[in-house]
């Protein structure tokens, strides 16, 4: 197997957890980010030329996964192409199904409830904060200063306690 | 629920053994031919479109330059030129429109992404507001001339000419259907994000 292509899948392997979590963030169903997942993968590789070497790898894998994320409803076509029937072995030989997961943790589903209250960017900062990543990767995924990502970041965090905070139903 | 254990929750999730949706269900030789194929099937979508609209320009050309040399009449020969020189405008101006402004890279920042797509969206529906005047009316008009040129002054010239101004009608309406529903909820949701992205926070 080339050197290229051992990078990448171990740049997927590690990343899986976090992929899969940006995929449960900004699609509504399994289905859906059964979709966005798969369209991450394909658009992860078609950008990693650019990667190799001129970039951190989380900042970079969160910029595509991100762009790729906000653009799911508005790109039909590329997410047809990506598509892999729901049937095929691949992710159907052997493995749990996504529901069964989803429902596992029910911390984790008010956490999520949460963070789907937030608009569309806000939730990408959010994701970022729980991650630890730093203001300046903040700033870098999302293009603006870190001044900007301190401010909103604040806001945000006030908004996501608030609603943590709140008893369950 | 606070903060910290919202984090210690998100990164718990990461040490989770149990498969799912994900990359952990195939091999590496299964998840990189996945990847290849699609990519590949991608590139070769975009390679056949362009294909096509230059074999579908120049086929028009052709025909219709076939036409100038071959027929008497001065009202289809100055539609067959009118035709010719409305298809290689609309040849152009849509391959224009499709390179003045690259395609945003993804791993570029998600404000510069957002504001790249919208550019190309509203040159879109720029293209699409102004239909009528650089896509259906030179070809319309080269169409009549031939309908004149082929049948004169006649009720079967009215017909065909009716024919064709309705099909140019409908092409209009359709063009403006998918501004309205395609390109303008596009371009508002590129809007909205970029205004989350951007917003003052002072």
């Given at each position: 197997?080339?050197?290229?292509d051992?990078?990448?899948?171990?740049?997927?392997?590690?990343n899986?957890?976090?992929?899969?979590k940006?995929?449960r963030?900004?699609?509504?169903?399994v289905?859906?980010?059964?979709?966005?997942y798969q369209?991450?993968?394909?658009?992860?590789?078609?950008?990693?030329?650019?990667f190799?070497?001129?970039?951190?790898?989380?900042?970079?894998?969160?910029?595509?996964?991100?762009n790729t994320?906000?653009?799911?409803?508005?790109?039909?076509?590329?997410?047809?192409?990506?598509?892999?029937?729901?049937?095929?072995?691949?992710?159907?030989?052997g493995?749990?199904?996504?529901d069964?997961r989803l429902?596992r943790?029910?911390?984790?589903?008010?956490?999520?409830t949460?963070?789907?209250?937030?608009d569309?960017?806000?939730?990408?900062?959010?994701?970022m904060?729980?991650?630890e990543?730093?203001?300046?990767?903040?700033?870098d995924?999302?293009?603006?200063?870190?001044?900007?990502?301190?401010?909103?970041?604040?806001?945000?965090?006030?908004?996501?306690?608030?609603?943590?905070?709140e008893?369950?139903? | 629920?606070?903060?910290?254990d919202?984090?210690?929750?998100?990164?718990s999730?990461?040490d989770?053994?149990?498969?799912?949706?994900?990359?952990?269900?195939?091999?590496?030789d299964e998840?990189?031919?996945?990847?290849?194929e699609?990519?590949?099937?991608f590139?070769?979508?975009?390679?056949?479109?362009?294909?096509?609209?230059?074999?579908?320009?120049?086929?028009?050309?052709?025909?219709?330059?076939?036409?100038?040399l071959?027929?008497?009449?001065?009202?289809t020969?100055?539609?067959?030129?009118l035709?010719?020189?409305?298809?290689?405008?609309?040849?152009?101006?849509?391959?224009?429109?499709?390179?003045?402004?690259?395609?945003?890279?993804?791993?570029r920042?998600?404000?510069?992404?957002?504001?790249?797509?919208?550019?190309?969206?509203?040159?879109?529906?720029?293209?699409?507001?102004?239909?009528?005047?650089?896509?259906l009316?030179p070809?319309?008009?080269g169409?009549?001339?031939?309908?004149?040129?082929?049948?004169?002054?006649?009720w079967?010239?009215?017909?065909?000419a009716?024919?064709?101004?309705f099909?140019?009608?409908a092409l209009?309406?359709?063009?403006?259907?998918?501004?309205r529903?395609t390109?303008?909820?596009?371009?508002?949701?590129?809007?909205?994000?970029l205004?989350?992205?951007?917003?003052?926070?002072?």
């Open positions: 197997m080339p050197d290229r051992d990078k990448f899948v171990q740049l997927v392997r590690e899986d957890a976090r992929l899969r940006i995929c963030v900004y699609a509504d169903d289905e859906a980010q059964r979709d966005l369209e991450i993968l394909v658009e992860l590789w078609r950008s990693f030329s650019s190799e070497g001129n970039a951190q790898p989380s900042t970079w894998l969160y910029r595509v996964a991100l994320a906000l653009s799911h409803d508005r790109s039909r076509a590329v997410r047809d192409e990506a598509t892999l029937d729901p049937d095929h072995p691949v992710w159907a030989d493995v749990n199904r996504p069964e429902d943790d029910e911390k984790l589903d008010r956490l999520y949460a963070i789907d209250r937030l569309d960017v806000d939730k990408a900062l959010v994701m904060y729980l991650d990543k730093s203001y300046r990767e903040m700033a995924v999302l293009g603006l200063s870190e001044s900007h990502v301190g401010v909103k970041l604040h806001r945000v965090k006030n908004k996501l306690a608030s609603w943590l905070e008893t369950p139903a | 629920m606070n903060l910290n919202a984090k210690d929750l998100w990164a999730e990461q989770s053994d149990t498969p799912s949706m994900s990359a952990r269900s195939l091999s590496d998840l990189l031919r996945f990847v290849k699609k990519a590949a099937a590139d070769r979508r975009l390679w056949r479109r362009d294909l096509l609209e230059s074999i579908a320009a120049v086929a028009v050309f052709l025909f219709f330059g076939w036409i100038l071959r027929d008497p009449s001065w009202w020969r100055s539609g067959a030129l035709l010719m020189a409305g298809s290689a405008y609309v040849f152009w101006r849509l391959r224009r429109a499709r390179t003045r402004y690259a395609a945003p890279s993804l791993d920042p998600v404000a510069e992404v957002l504001r790249t797509e919208r550019t190309k969206v509203e040159e879109q529906i720029q293209l699409l507001n102004t239909v009528l005047w650089w896509y009316a070809i319309t008009l169409a009549l001339l031939i309908v004149v040129g082929s049948n004169g002054w006649t079967r010239a009215l017909i065909q009716a024919l064709v101004l099909v140019a009608g209009y309406l359709l063009n403006q259907r998918g501004r529903c390109y303008e909820p596009r371009r508002e949701k590129l809007t909205r994000l205004e989350e992205v951007e917003e003052n926070t002072a």
